[in-house]
């Protein structure tokens, strides 16, 4: 039992690239987050989704897309990297909704664009 | 909107008890949840209060009281290990889906 994983674990990414960052998670859960966190702040909701082929805004999710062709999965995508991208991202899932509130997260994705 | 603050760091010697505090104001609240992050590492969950009171685990306690919009974790006999940052995060009662996090706490302890 892996729990959340993503891919990769690091990224270097000049101005205008693209790139897809990969969550997986084999605890059957029904929701799954995208996180960002930059230095010396929490984390902050980008996208989120509630079930396979459902997606859902976040509090910042200008400049990112997701999908969630299966359950298991949950994919975020940059269509054209901007410096202000540089964070630390961070997949998450939780149950469905009787204990939502337990979130388990991945290791995190180090993306910097220069 | 939403907003949560905590200190910023927080200091404590191995063995000693410290609290972490909490305060939120939001546009609609369904519970407060903790998270712990170590250097480098993932938050990993610690407990919830959707109810005021306090909730125990172990050596950690959590503790809510919506009337005051405060809550606070305990954490008592202090290991080395629980040098880590600690964070609150409220769910949005309009959007069971959301959740926001406070800025963190840096719990540092030493020997």
């Known amino acids: 039992n892996a729990g959340v994983t993503q891919t990769p674990k690091f990224r270097v990414l000049k101005t205008g690239q693209s790139m897809t960052l990969l969550c997986a998670q084999d605890m059957n859960h029904e929701y799954m987050y995208w996180y960002r966190q930059d230095p010396g702040m929490g984390l902050r909701l980008i996208h989120y989704?509630?079930?396979?082929?459902?997606?859902a805004k976040g509090e910042v999710p200008d400049g990112y897309n997701v999908s969630r062709l299966k359950k298991q999965n949950f994919l975020l995508g940059l269509e054209s990297a901007a410096p202000s991208q540089t964070s630390v991202y961070f997949c998450?899932?939780?149950?469905?909704?009787?204990?939502?509130?337990?979130?388990?997260f991945g290791p995190g994705t180090r993306l910097t664009v220069l | 909107g939403q907003s949560l603050e905590q200190p910023s760091e927080v200091t404590a010697v191995e063995g000693a008890i410290v609290q972490i505090n909490c305060t939120y104001q939001?546009?609609?609240?369904?519970?407060l949840s903790w998270y712990q992050q170590h250097d480098g590492g993932a938050p990993t969950f610690l407990s919830y209060?959707?109810?005021?009171g306090l909730e125990e685990t172990g050596r950690f306690s959590s503790f809510l009281s919506r009337s005051d919009s405060y809550g606070y974790l305990l954490l008592q006999e202090l290991q080395m290990k629980d040098s880590a940052s600690y964070f609150c995060?409220?769910?949005?009662?309009?959007?069971?889906?959301?959740?926001?996090f406070g800025s963190g706490t840096k719990l540092n302890v030493k020997p």
């Open positions: 989704s509630v079930g396979e082929g459902t997606t």
């Open positions: 998450a899932s939780s149950l469905s909704q009787g204990s939502i509130y337990t979130q388990y």
């Open positions: 209060n959707a109810l005021d």
């Open positions: 995060a409220v769910r949005d009662s309009g959007n069971f889906n959301k959740f926001y």
């Open positions: 939001t546009s609609g609240f369904y519970g």
